[in-house]
């Protein structure tokens, strides 16, 4: 870059100015700082994708666009996991709603569900990422306060204590979607809560504003072994995260969309978690909303309306 | 970068420019070294380990008959008549407290059954007469492989919530147009001769937030 000549200098080093040597050295500085700042972009190769940078917003999408994308996903998929996934992008169903009820005196705090949701989902096994939070509470108490998940016991159930495993409760009124400044998060009409895991910022405004803290965020590049990856995969669902975007539960959008049971519910080893349409009366969940002591909704005061119920046998 | 030509450079001119040449030098160097990475350069975290997979196991605790019978298993525990015989109802004894006396043919058997074990008779649930059945509360013959209408005879509300699907577990489909769910039977978790379950141990927990030192059951979650 040619300088200006700077005015003529009436010292005797004519050469080189205070001025053009300041600015020598500010322009090789810049371009050194501007060198040390991108860097990090060079582990980024996975993401410099026109294609993805380019993609429109979920609902924008035409089918054949959505094909394009779901292709390119199962791409960089393979690339990165060294497995061929399947990757769909599932819509919700007419005239179904989506209820999920716990029963709390059947859960024996065994932590199954948190592992096969884990499995199912393809979250991130090291940084470790869990959807489920599994509470130990004492006997006669229903404070959260006195809430423990770092219980290490030989054997489940311990003496005194019940068990309720807490995830995203599939609010009717969802903060987490209120303060979404980008519309990354919205409820769907079957009541799932989703993310677009293209269009997060990684803001965690969502992480904040949830009560029942049930959302996740991806600090570092999820690392999933190649023989634990589940290639039934879904956009809104369980394709794999990246680097900087929020994750959470979403009732097995893969499964529960293509009308099977969510991992969690098929392998609890008591039977104390029951899913289904709430807007069928013949559901187990309407039959054990209309005749169970159903007793929470979890933290009712919040006003987010839960789609998630615990409730008592006895 | 260019400078304008100026005339041969006085002495402290050149003492600048080695100044200058230096400081470039070490940005090109700093720059390079930023390149390569050389500092701030982040270890890779160690893998956690991973959870044993004993742990996803979706399979049912127990085998029921029908099971057996489905697998094309071994039934020779239900082949009743190669021992007993036939029209005639196997003697029981009991100690001098009234508990009843296991043979050691069927030591296999804990009673266990209600609470203080009170159901601690044979022909409660077995047909005295035909041993290859049970019989139900109001004496109903049932087969071994309708275990629900023996166990719903006397739990009357449990069997309401089982035939909803509200009681034990179910896999496959909630969507029924789409495919069948999949019930288990009373006794693919409830041993017949003590119902009760036992403790199981549990998967590990989360492993960032794993405390060496529990804290007691009154703390605040860590979250």
């Known amino acids: 870059m040619p ?41 980024l190769d996975e993401f410099t994708n ?37 990757v769909r992008d599932l819509k919700p169903m007419d005239g179904v709603e989506f209820v999920y009820c716990l029963n709390l005196t059947r859960c024996i705090g065994c932590r199954k569900c948190v592992h096969a949701c884990v499995a199912e989902n393809n979250q991130s096994r090291s940084p470790e990422i869990q959807y489920i939070r599994v509470l130990r509470l004492p006997h006669g108490s229903l404070d959260i306060e006195k809430a423990e998940h770092n219980y290490d016991a030989k054997q489940v159930p311990e003496p005194g204590f019940f068990y309720m495993p807490v995830q995203c409760q599939q609010c009717k009124n969802p903060p987490c979607v209120k303060v979404c400044p980008v519309n990354a998060t919205w409820q769907e009409k079957d009541g799932i809560t989703v993310i677009d895991y293209d269009w997060c910022i990684g803001c965690r405004y969502c992480e904040a504003a949830c009560p029942y803290w049930a959302r996740r965020f991806n600090f570092a590049k999820p690392q999933i072994p190649k023989d634990r990856v589940n290639p039934n995969m879904a956009y809104l669902g369980n394709r ?3 680097q900087g975007v929020m994750e959470k539960c979403h009732f097995c959008i893969q499964r529960t969309r293509a009308g099977r049971y969510p991992a969690c519910l098929e392998v609890c080893p008591v039977g104390a978690r029951k899913f289904g349409n709430i807007l069928d009366p013949e559901s187990e969940v309407s039959f054990i909303l209309k005749t169970k002591r159903v007793f929470i909704q979890l933290k009712e005061e919040m006003g987010t309306s839960p789609r998630f119920f615990y409730y008592f046998d006895k | 970068m260019e400078t304008p030509p100026r005339p041969t450079p006085p002495a402290p001119a050149g003492r600048t420019n080695l100044w200058l040449g230096g400081v470039t030098l070490l940005f090109v160097a700093l ?26 196991d979706t399979t049912p605790w127990r085998k029921t008959y029908a099971d057996l019978v489905k697998a094309k298993e071994d039934l020779s525990d239900y082949d009743c008549y190669g021992c007993h015989e036939k029209g005639k109802p196997p003697p029981i004894r009991f100690d001098d407290k009234h508990k009843i006396i296991i043979p050691k043919e069927h030591s296999n058997i804990v009673m266990g059954h209600g609470s203080h074990d009170r159901n601690d008779h044979c022909w409660n649930c077995h047909n005295e007469q035909t041993l290859v059945t049970l019989q139900a509360r109001a004496g109903q013959d049932v087969k ?24 034990g577990r179910i896999s496959g489909y909630w969507d029924r147009k789409r495919g069948a769910a999949e019930r288990l039977s009373c006794a693919n978790c409830h041993n017949p001769h003590a119902p009760r379950i036992g403790g ?23 979250h």
């Open chain 2, 31 to 56: 720059a390079a070294m930023f390149a390569k990475n050389l500092w701030g350069h982040v270890e890779p975290q160690k893998p956690l380990p991973l959870v044993d997979k004993k742990f996803l």
């Open chain 1, 50 to 86: 026109t294609e993805q940078f380019l993609q429109k917003y979920y609902k924008e999408l035409t089918p054949d666009e959505m094909a394009r994308v779901l292709k390119r996903i199962e791409g960089e998929v393979e690339k990165q996991y060294g497995v061929r996934p399947h």
């Open chain 2, 200 to 222: 199981r141990e549990p998967a590990p927990g989360p492993h960032p937030l794993r405390d060496p030192h529990p804290a007691p059951a009154t703390a605040q979650p860590a």
């Open chain 1, 240 to 242: 794999p995260r990246k």
């Open chain 1, 3 to 43: 300088l200006p000549s700077p005015t003529p200098d009436k010292t005797s080093d004519a050469a080189m100015t205070r001025r053009s040597f300041l600015r020598g050295t500010a322009a090789v500085g810049g371009l050194t700082a501007l060198a040390a700042s991108l860097s990090p972009l060079r582990e």
């Open chain 2, 144 to 167: 071994f492989d309708n275990i629900p209408a023996l166990c719903g005879s006397c739990h009357g509300p449990t069997y309401r919530d089982w035939e909803a699907g509200a009681h």
